[in-house]
């Protein structure tokens, strides 16, 4: 049986919070939908830290879930500030980058 590939799932958190954790678990089912296993570290991580005063905690538990996954996908319309260092990090790790837009475009943006 083939092992199924990680993904780390990169969408804007901060501004609605509320709709951007509704659409980020939209997102982890889409991952799913496509026979991967979705890490989407912003469903859980405010469960129990504060973005506010744990932001820099948290920015290091995102890049240390990254760096154990084997793509990371962008959704949304908007790249955020967070979301670039996660995509930069992932380009940097040599980890493929997908951007998939609202309308369901797809392009690589960084390749192995």
Same mark, same amino acid.
């Given at each position: 049986?083939?092992?199924?590939?990680?993904?780390?799932?990169?969408?804007?958190?901060?501004?609605?919070?509320?709709?951007?954790t509704e659409?980020?678990?939209i997102?982890?089912?889409?991952?799913v939908?496509?026979?991967?296993?979705?890490?989407?570290p912003? !469903?859980? @991580?405010?469960?129990?830290? +504060? &973005?506010?005063?744990?932001?820099?905690? *948290? =920015?290091?538990?995102? !890049?240390? @879930?990254?760096k154990?996954? +084997? &793509?990371l996908?962008?959704?949304?319309? *908007? =790249?955020?500030?967070?979301?670039?260092?996660?995509?930069?990090?992932? &380009?940097?790790?040599?980890i493929?980058?997908?951007?998939?837009?609202?309308?369901?475009?797809?392009?690589?943006?960084?390749?192995?």
């Amino acid at each position: 049986m083939r092992e199924k590939k990680i993904v780390y799932v990169c969408s804007p958190y901060s501004g609605n919070i509320s709709l951007n954790t509704e659409r980020a678990k939209i997102y982890s089912r889409m991952v799913v939908d496509r026979g991967a296993i979705p890490v989407t570290p912003h !469903l859980y @991580l405010p469960l129990f830290l +504060d &973005e506010e005063t744990e932001r820099d905690a *948290a =920015i290091e538990m995102d !890049l240390a @879930l990254l760096k154990r996954c +084997d &793509e990371l996908w962008a959704f949304g319309d *908007a =790249i955020s500030s967070g979301m670039k260092r996660e995509m930069k990090e992932a &380009e940097n790790l040599g980890i493929p980058v997908r951007r998939i837009t609202p309308t369901g475009q797809e392009e690589w943006i960084c390749t192995k």
